[in-house]
């Protein structure tokens, strides 16, 4: 870990990460290769694309909270 960073900073940082998934999924519709009529896997693009960041929505939120400091953290009684 960085001498300079806190396990705070990363925390704040962590908390973005669930932005990247809800951004794809509010700008498919105005995606060019992702709304058309065109197929993926035989099934439509957008479906797909929605499909897929919805799914990775809860591993985004895994690592947030697993990047979490909790109470019962030794480092963080003080």
Request: proline share 0%; charged share 30%.
């Given at each position: 870990m960085d001498p300079?960073?806190?396990p705070r900073?990363?925390?704040?940082?962590l908390v973005l990460l669930p932005l990247v998934p809800t951004l794809a999924l509010l700008s498919a519709v105005w995606l060019p290769f992702v709304n058309t009529p065109r197929l993926w896997l035989g099934m439509p693009?957008?479906?797909v694309w929605c499909s897929a960041w919805?799914?990775?929505i809860t591993p985004a939120l895994a690592v947030v909270e697993?990047?979490?400091p909790h109470?019962?953290?030794p480092e963080e009684r003080s």
């Open positions: 300079g960073r806190t900073s990363r925390h704040g940082l693009r957008l479906f919805v799914l990775l697993w990047g979490r109470a019962d953290d």
